[in-house]
């Protein structure tokens, strides 16, 4: 094996590195590598890599929560060798175009020795073609839910304002699949008490206790 397919094989069996290597546009506009994450987005990733099946971060604004949780399923998916499904549902069209723009920025600007031929790239999925693993980025309240393909994973962003919430909440996750790669991130700031975000919450703390 080469010093370069030995280095490969290194990256992508450390999430924390092939992240660090990815490349984000921060909040000045400017693009640069994932490589100085807030404190928030260092606990956040040891979060999302723990064993845990289901993560919920009841989260302040502007602490990059979306950011990282996108750039873990993307390493997560990059390197499965199965055709594994992360679906991600957001609760405006703005943020959903802004959430699928981070992955396809994550993917334009891998260095050529790390990048793999994409089937499908359009408004709101990015498959790549050789395991045919891939994301679906979906607005709460839009068309389809999720309906045409079975997933693995789960990214709810800003559940507590999704629309309908919990019709769209069995909606989607009635095409998850039980598994091995079974994961679900649920992220939202506040919008009050008595909502399923809330109840998720509650629940997840209770859980905790026992």
């Keep these: 094996m080469s010093l370069l397919d030995r280095k490969l094989n290194s990256i992508a069996d450390d999430p924390r590195e ?5 490349k984000l546009i921060d909040e000045k506009g ?3 590598k994932f490589n100085t994450p807030f404190p ?3 606990l956040a990733l040891d979060d999302f890599l723990s064993d845990a099946t289901t993560v919920i971060h009841y989260k302040p604004r502007q602490i990059g929560d979306t950011t990282v949780a996108i750039a873990y399923n993307f390493d997560y ?7 594994l499904r992360t679906l991600v549902v ?11 723009g981070k992955l396809q920025h994550f993917y334009r600007t891998l260095p050529q020795a790390l990048k793999r031929d994409i089937a499908r790239s359009n408004r709101k999925e990015l498959l790549f073609d ?4 891939g994301f679906r980025c979906m607005t709460a309240g839009g068309r389809g839910h999720g309906r045409g393909w079975t997933y693995q994973r789960l990214h709810a ?7 309908n919430a919990e019709d769209v909440w069995a909606s989607v996750t009635s095409t998850l699949h039980e598994g091995p790669h079974k994961k679900i991130i649920i992220i939202s700031t506040a919008d009050g008490p008595g909502n399923l975000f809330h109840s998720k919450v509650l629940s997840a703390i209770e859980a905790n206790r026992r």
């Design 130 to 133: 050789d395991t045919q693993a």
């Design 40 to 42: 928030e987005q260092v």
């Design 157 to 163: 962003d800003e559940l507590a304002f999704w629309p």
């Design 77 to 83: 998916l990059y390197w499965a060798k199965d055709p």
């Design 90 to 100: 957001a609760h405006t069209y703005e943020t959903t175009d802004a959430i699928f």
């Design 30 to 32: 400017i693009e640069r």
């Design 18 to 22: 092939f992240i660090s290597r990815l």
